[in-house]
């Protein structure tokens, strides 16, 4: 069960990213994704900073 689930998660890394975007603050976000990953998304969350 939990090896399923932490697989899953590694799946879909990135739209968990952006769920959790949409969840938390902007400010807190652009921190954790940013350096994560360059994304589209992580402009825009810098951007709402």
């Known amino acids: ?3 399923t689930k932490k697989s ?3 799946k879909k890394r ?3 990213t952006r ?3 949409e969840l938390l603050e902007p400010g ?3 921190v954790l994704v940013v350096p994560d ?3 589209p998304l ?3 969350t ?3 900073e």
């Open 46 to 48: 810098m951007t709402m």
């Open 19 to 21: 769920l959790v975007i």
């Open 1 to 3: 069960m939990d090896a």
């Open 28 to 30: 807190v976000l652009s």
């Open 8 to 10: 899953r998660h590694k």
């Open 37 to 39: 990953r360059k994304d």
């Open 42 to 44: 992580d402009e825009r």
């Open 14 to 16: 990135k739209l968990s």
